[in-house]
């Protein structure tokens, strides 16, 4: 499970991911005090990453969220109850129904010395190892096919907890 995980170089934020070896689920929290502004980026965005994901929303966004998200996204109530929060699912998540989330936007999850480590396994950081990691991603891209790539991001990314965020930046974006 890993917290506030950047996507689009930082520009949108998940609150919540779980990385599994099959899946990779995105969690965006909506309390009561927040707004639904930011929900359709984040929507397209996360679609094109992420395997399953989960709104959760508190009363006042529910109905609203709902209909915002695609109907494979589940949606679980998140309400106030005896000095703590239930929750409740409304709608399960279902797996992305794209072809494949995209392999280069799910390859940006990696920070740069993972994308180097993995193009060495495959043998092929030859000409690239004092590369920055935008002309490492084609070259991943390039070198590993699609699924195998989204599974080997799932390898690395797993094992990292709440790693630091140095590379994200530090604005909480709603």
Same mark, same amino acid.
């Given at each position: 499970?890993?917290?506030?995980?950047?996507?689009?170089?930082?520009?949108?934020?998940?609150?919540?991911?779980?990385?599994?070896?099959?899946?990779?689920?995105?969690?965006?929290?909506?309390?009561?005090?927040?707004?639904?502004?930011?929900?359709?980026?984040?929507?397209?965005?996360?679609?094109?990453?992420?395997?399953?994901?989960?709104?959760?929303?508190?009363?006042?966004?529910?109905?609203?969220? %709902?209909?915002?998200?695609?109907?494979?996204?589940?949606?679980?109530?998140?309400?106030?109850?005896?000095?703590?929060?239930?929750?409740?699912?409304?709608?399960?998540?279902?797996?992305?129904?794209?072809?494949?989330?995209?392999?280069?936007?799910?390859?940006?999850?990696?920070?740069?010395?993972?994308?180097?480590?993995?193009?060495?396994?495959?043998? #092929?950081?030859?000409?690239?190892?004092?590369?920055?990691?935008?002309?490492?991603?084609?070259?991943?891209?390039?070198?590993?096919?699609?699924?195998?790539?989204? #599974?080997?991001?799932?390898?690395?990314?797993?094992? %990292?907890?709440?790693?630091?965020?140095?590379?994200?930046?530090?604005?909480?974006? %709603?």
């Amino acid at each position: 499970m890993l917290h506030e995980v950047g996507l689009k170089c930082g520009l949108v934020r998940v609150d919540v991911a779980t990385i599994g070896s099959g899946c990779l689920h995105a969690w965006e929290v909506k309390a009561d005090a927040d707004t639904l502004r930011r929900l359709l980026v984040q929507e397209l965005s996360y679609s094109a990453v992420f395997d399953r994901c989960t709104l959760v929303a508190g009363e006042r966004h529910l109905e609203r969220g %709902r209909a915002l998200v695609p109907s494979w996204w589940g949606v679980v109530l998140a309400r106030a109850e005896g000095g703590g929060v239930v929750l409740e699912e409304v709608r399960p998540a279902r797996d992305n129904p794209s072809p494949s989330p995209s392999p280069g936007a799910t390859a940006r999850l990696l920070w740069r010395p993972e994308m180097l480590a993995l193009l060495e396994s495959a043998g #092929a950081a030859r000409g690239v190892r004092s590369a920055s990691k935008w002309r490492l991603l084609p070259r991943l891209l390039e070198v590993l096919p699609p699924a195998e790539l989204r #599974a080997r991001v799932r390898q690395v990314v797993s094992p %990292r907890r709440d790693a630091p965020r140095a590379a994200v930046p530090a604005q909480r974006q %709603r």
